[in-house]
Nanobody, 122 residues
Framework: QVQLVESGGGLVQAGGSLRLSCAASGRTFSTLIMAWFRQNLGKEREFVAAISWTGVMTNYANSVKRRFTISRDNAKNMVYLQMNSLKPEDTAVYYC???????????????WGPGTQVTVSS
């Protein structure tokens, strides 16, 4: 498995922006599919975005398309989530996740970070 640590969460007003970061260590990062998920109180964990190991291919949940951008820097073992035009419904704990193979979907991630809280006020 790979160790993941998220950072960059916080409190922001609706319409604002935040950039989340995820630092990875332990497994060869450049071979991993990386993703972001989120979970709010009382709700199921929700897929947000995923990125291929090259960074060329991405996939987004419909709820965040054209507002969020996932990216990665394999030289730094980092993955990012740029979040723009934030809405109160984006409030959640955001988790970074990794898997060694598969498609850019929500299934079969085997490494997870502890999460970072994002709160969007109206």
């Amino acid at each position: 498995q790979v160790q993941l640590v998220e950072s960059g969460g916080g409190l922001v007003q609706a319409g604002g922006s935040l950039r989340l970061s995820c630092a990875a260590s332990g497994r060869t990062f450049s071979t991993l599919i990386m993703a972001w998920f989120r979970q709010n109180l009382g709700k199921e964990r929700e897929f947000v975005a995923a990125i291929s190991w090259t960074g060329v291919m991405t996939n987004y949940a419909n709820s965040v398309k054209r507002r969020f951008t996932i990216s990665r820097d394999n030289a730094k073992n980092m993955v990012y989530l740029q979040m723009n035009s934030l809405k109160p419904e984006d409030t959640a704990v955001y988790y970074c996740a990794a898997k060694p193979r598969g498609t850019l979907d929500a299934a079969a991630y085997d490494s997870w970070g502890p999460g970072t809280q994002v709160t969007v006020s109206s």
